[in-house]
């Protein structure tokens, strides 16, 4: 994705993973990471109701739903 295509040429990749498993965790000293499981059709739901508002995580969750899931 383009997020300043006007400004500037950074790009933003974006990845699928598929058929995750829950491995343990080596947070920094101080650092803190809450973890949400969420099925695409509930995070979808989110976007929505304005819930998730980041914009990576909407072109991310759109991008899943309307091209990955062939």
Known sequence: MLPSPGI??????LF???DLSPVPTAHETGEYIE???LSLT???????TGEIVDAKTVIALLHARLCAEE
Do not use: F
């Not at 500037?8 to 990749?13: A, S």
């Not at 509930?42 to 929505?48: Q, R, S």
């Open 8 to 13: 500037c040429d950074e790009r933003i990749y």
């Open 35 to 37: 973890i949400h499981w």
């Open 42 to 48: 509930d995070a979808l739901a989110k976007v929505c």
């Open 16 to 18: 699928l993973a598929r």
